[in-house]
């Protein structure tokens, strides 16, 4: 199903007409569809690849990013990212960029993969640790380094306090809206971020965590990569267990002012996940659900 406007519909024999075109050598490998998130569309190709199609063509410049930094930045982070060996062109079928990736083993991170959530909380705040005290190397927060997530709350109230506005009806009495909304404006109230600029991934959430063995095997999708405040890339770790939180701000040791902003970050992609995705990524506002009921929990009990 089409989750946004002007998607590019893509099937198999899509992908394999762009394989046959430019990289013929890979044209007769098995390939299987191995999933599709808001931005891309996966398939495994053999055993070692997987192509990434994205689904707009406001996605595909993530894809060139990637490309872009992920060599220089990979090698400095204590967990594998994605590898890219080829660059696709557009083609007659299908208008957009590609890419192919080598393939990472490993699972999605959750309760039937995850061995010790406390640990996985530890490293995943270990990665992060790692990918914030990455030298600039002259990048700045500009251009396609410069997502709405590494800056201001204040930019996106308009937008989330209308996307929590549109959650009332979809959600009932499910979620407590007002405790959401007084928590998104009080953080929006707060003093802006001073701290310095740093290397963010963006979209730190489970699925794009991959596990092996029970821990943390390598973190994929950066999509999302910019350069700005930390404060939105300790937002997902309310889609972990509790155990994960709270040895994850243990470790990070996130300060009182950080907190509340990395909570209305939270809030703000779980109500405009909700808002936009409801009829369209059942699965996704599944996620969003569960991230805003863990901050309800967590601000029931603090």
Sequence with gaps: MALHEGEIPVDESIVRSLLTDQRPDWADLPLARAGAGTDNTMFRLGDDLL??????????????????????????????????????????????????????????????TVENWASFGAELAAFVHALHGI???????????????????????????????????????????????????AAVAMPEPTGAHVWLHGDLKPTNILVAGG?????????????????????????????????YWNAVSIDEATWPRARAWAIAVGA????????????????????LHAILNDAATR
């Design 51 to 112: 192509v990434r199609l994205p689904r707009t063509a406001d996605k595909a410049q993530s894809l060139r990013k990637e490309q872009e930094w992920l060599p220089r930045l990979g090698p400095l982070l204590p967990h594998p990212v994605p590898e890219a060996v080829h660059a696709g062109e557009p083609g007659p079928m299908f208008p957009l960029p590609w890419a192919v990736y080598r393939w990472i083993e490993g699972a999605e991170a959750g309760p039937d």
């Design 135 to 185: 030298d600039l190397m002259g990048a700045t927060r500009a251009d396609d380094l410069s997502w709405y997530r590494g800056g201001s709350l204040k930019p996106c109230d308009e937008w989330i306090s209308g996307c929590i506005e549109d959650c009332r009806p979809k959600v009932g009495d499910e979620l407590d809206v007002d405790a959401l909304a007084r928590m998104w404006r």
């Design 215 to 247: 821990r943390l095997r390598a973190v994929i999708d950066f999509g999302g990569l910019s350069i700005g405040f930390p404060d939105a890339e300790h937002s997902t770790i309310w889609d972990l267990p509790a155990e994960a939180r709270e040895s």
């Design 272 to 291: 405009s996940g909700i808002a936009y995705y409801w009829d369209t990524f059942p699965e996704f506002v599944a996620e969003c659900r569960a991230r």
